[in-house]
């Protein structure tokens, strides 16, 4: 099956500095999503990206579906985003959403 | 507009009881899904639905059942309740059609089986 992996499994930040997440996957994807997950345990959509760049105020994503990956910036780090980051892909035959999630990247970011 | 909600938020079973986790959307989604999360580790699927009356496993199934009781709810039962069930239960939805799968979810469910 597809494999989705993501890089680095762990990040340390000081509140400030800009961050990036890669998130490689091995097979033609419809879907490529980024999720947030808080402390709580909330999963926050952050971009819907199978392809192309997007931002959303201090984030952005881009996905290069040719080369099968795709990245997601963090800029001016904040504590708030502490975290688990999600990337997690829909196989291109599937057309179901059903999604294969990576096994994350849990991100602190110090004061 | 609650989006996608999910009770209960905790559960504490004894190995062998049964129990249903309810969800329901407000979306008018045609598609909805229930994952599983252990610890350290990313979401699995368990079943999903393409729309009413339809449902179809996904990766890790066994020990579950699913009921697409109408478009806006979808229902997770264990029958038997194992220690190795002990997880956190997302449902999720989405819209569904071909080029529109955002997949939105819920709060989560935190069971633990004992």
């Known amino acids: 099956g597809i494999q989705v992996e993501q890089s680095p499994p762990d990040l340390i930040l000081q509140e400030g500095a800009n961050s990036t997440l890669r998130c490689n996957f091995s097979?033609?994807?419809?879907?490529l999503q980024w999720f947030h997950q808080n402390p709580w345990g909330q999963l926050i959509n952050l971009f819907y990206?199978?392809?192309g760049t997007k931002q959303n105020g201090r984030l952005s994503a881009t996905t290069v579906a040719t080369e099968r990956y795709s990245l997601l910036y963090i800029s001016s780090s904040q504590t708030t985003d502490s975290g688990v980051y999600f990337c997690?892909?829909?196989?291109?035959?599937?057309?179901?959403?059903?999604?294969?999630f990576g096994q994350g990247t849990t991100l602190q970011v110090k004061p | 507009n609650a989006g996608v909600t999910q009770t209960p938020k905790f559960q504490v079973l004894k190995t062998g009881q049964s129990m249903t986790l309810q969800c329901a959307q407000d979306?008018?989604?045609?598609?909805m899904y229930w994952y599983r999360q252990d610890p350290g580790m990313g979401l699995r699927l368990i079943y999903y639905?393409?729309?009413?009356?339809?449902?179809d496993k996904g990766e890790v199934p066994n020990g579950y059942n699913v009921s697409r009781l109408n478009k806006r709810e979808f229902s997770l039962r264990l029958e038997s309740a194992a220690p190795s069930q002990t997880s956190v239960y997302f449902c999720?939805?989405?819209?569904?059609?071909?080029?529109?799968?955002?997949?939105?979810f819920g709060q989560g469910t935190r069971l633990t089986v004992v």
């Open positions: 999720a939805s989405s819209e569904g059609s071909a080029g529109n799968t955002e997949a939105f």
């Open positions: 097979d033609s994807v419809n879907n």
């Open positions: 990206i199978p392809s």
């Open positions: 997690a892909v829909e196989l291109g035959s599937s057309n179901t959403g059903k999604l294969i």
């Open positions: 979306m008018n989604h045609n598609s």
């Open positions: 639905s393409a729309s009413e009356g339809t449902t």
